[in-house]
């Protein structure tokens, strides 16, 4: 449908060449001439509007009532012009076989629109709404000029692993690997969906990875250094997971990060690279998603295609943690978290900054306290900040968080043992710091977060297929 579809004359090219459709019913309306059959198979927002007539083969199924919201169909029929105001063409009918059924009082999603808690709710039939297929569309256009945007930069894509034993951010949010026999375990019955559970029901944590503890990662930056340490400019792109238990709009306990690093680099390169890759993917959906960000404008947020331009267009707001933290203390907005240097900026704050103080613009704060940022950022020249950045974008907050990375041994192993972290267990991670270490620096961005600021879509959870989340794993 999209190729018919998304050409310049919306579909008037094909006037008279036969077409076979295949998707899914959205309506069916009979009228007493025709019968009109609208089909949407997932290539594009629109659908084909299919115009049936008693005579054509398969009117039967329009008969007995089959043809109803949700049914799966293959339809066969000439383009012919459309005298409807919504489209240029429609599908003139001449045969229609049904391919998969559907009873109509039982399919969950009806055709009143149905509120997003409710679609998570059916998962697995939520793709099939106009909201959600445009969101996996743009979230499959923003990955595809993910990468094409690194390639044609030079970086090279690392797989960084998932199970790993260290913990880059320290926080301590890490999910435990434990390892799950499907059998008997001292003639406890073990279902394969549960812990393993030894004879008096207490979970038993030595079954981890074969007998040493691991972790799912909450970040691939550690694993992509080495990488920079050799390859120069690299990127991941993978799954990350962060055992926060936060119910909010804009966490996720499995999302997906993109963390480039790069090699030979300051933090000022690291917040160029941020700026020019984020307006890069925005420029790219709005010239290449262009239906899909129309109904974004239309029925999820007023005004975002505008707002969007803005961002590639105009230069981002750059300033420092200090001079932030001067611009929260002067406001009469009263805030529910308290303001003072040393703390770290909690969402109100950070919507503060850019939704009022700077109207909308993305805004980058750099070199921030060190006491509130991770082990492996540099260490200013004031001792007292690092060369730390976060990337703040109106309504969700913090997109970017990266930094220029400790490079010197000797102040790298003063912060493992200021922080009381095991460095024996870094011994790699300092190895790339006695073995030829270069000034380095990368950001993360958070994949679902972009999806949420390129759509407009306002809850985290709608931003992904299958969102993990407390309570939410079923599908
Ligand atoms: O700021 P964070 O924790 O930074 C890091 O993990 C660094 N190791 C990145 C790097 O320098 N390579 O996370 C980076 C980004 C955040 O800015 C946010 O967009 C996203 O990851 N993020 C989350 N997204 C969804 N749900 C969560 N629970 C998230 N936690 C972080
Ligand atoms: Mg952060």
């Not at 509007?49 to 029929?77: I, K, N, P, R």
């Not at 707002?307 to 529910?336: G, M, S």
Request: aromatic share 10%; glycine share 8%.
């Amino acid at each position: 449908i999209a190729d018919v579809k998304g050409g310049p004359g919306q579909g008037l090219e094909w006037l008279g060449k036969t077409l076979s459709v295949r998707g899914w019913v959205r309506t069916c309306r009979v009228q007493r001439s025709v019968t009109f059959i609208e089909v949407n198979d997932g290539s594009c927002l629109s659908n084909m509007q299919c115009v049936m007539s008693s005579d054509a083969e398969g009117y039967d199924q329009v008969e007995a009532g089959t043809v109803a919201t949700g049914a799966s169909v293959l339809v066969d029929g000439v383009i012919v012009s459309s005298q409807g105001s919504k489209q240029k063409v429609e599908l003139k009918v001449e045969k229609l076989i049904m391919i998969g059924s559907t009873d109509p009082s039982a399919y969950p999603i009806q055709k009143k629109r149905a509120s997003r808690e409710f679609l998570r709710t059916v998962a697995h039939l939520r793709p099939r709404t106009n909201t959600f297929g445009a969101v996996a569309r743009v979230r499959n256009a923003l990955a595809y000029a993910t990468h094409k945007f690194f390639q044609e930069n030079g970086f090279v894509w690392i797989s960084s692993p998932i199970i790993t034993a260290s913990d880059c951010e320290g926080a301590g949010e890490q999910f435990c690997v434990t390892t799950l026999i499907p059998s008997t375990r001292e003639g406890i019955e073990c279902p394969v969906n549960t812990i393993p559970a030894t004879k008096d029901g207490a979970i038993d944590w030595s079954q981890d990875f074969f007998g040493k503890p691991a972790f799912l990662t909450v970040s691939g930056q550690l694993n992509a250094e080495t990488y920079a340490s050799a390859l120069s400019d690299v990127y991941t792109f993978g799954p990350t997971f962060r055992a926060e238990n936060s119910n909010t709009s804009r966490h996720l306990a499995e999302f997906w990060m993109i963390e480039p690093e790069l090699a030979f680099a300051d933090l000022n390169d690291d917040m160029a690279c941020a700026t020019a890759y984020l307006q890069y993917v925005v420029k790219y959906v709005l010239e290449n998603c262009k239906e899909d960000m129309d109904f974004f404008n239309t029925w999820v947020e007023k005004g975002i295609i505008d707002r969007l331009r803005d961002v590639v267009e105009k230069d981002f707001v750059q300033l420092t943690y200090t001079d932030a933290i001067e611009i929260l203390l002067k406001t009469k907005r009263k805030f529910e978290f308290p303001v003072k240097w040393g703390l770290d900026l909690q969402s109100e704050h950070e919507r503060f900054i850019t939704e009022d103080v700077f109207a909308g613009r993305p805004v980058i704060i750099r070199d921030y306290p060190k006491e509130i940022k991770a082990f492996y950022m540099r260490q200013n020249d004031d001792e007292k900040t690092v060369a730390a950045m976060d990337l703040l974008v109106p309504r969700v907050g913090e997109l970017i968080g990266g930094s220029q990375r400790e490079e010197r041994l000797e102040h790298l192993e003063r912060r493992l043992e200021a922080l009381n972290l095991n460095k024996d267990s870094y011994w790699w991670y300092l190895d790339l710091r006695r073995f030829g270490s270069v000034p380095h620096a990368g950001f993360g961005l958070g994949f679902e977060r972009l999806v949420q600021f390129a759509t407009g879509i306002d809850n985290i959870r709608d931003a992904i297929p299958f969102p993990r989340a407390p309570g939410s794993a079923e599908f």
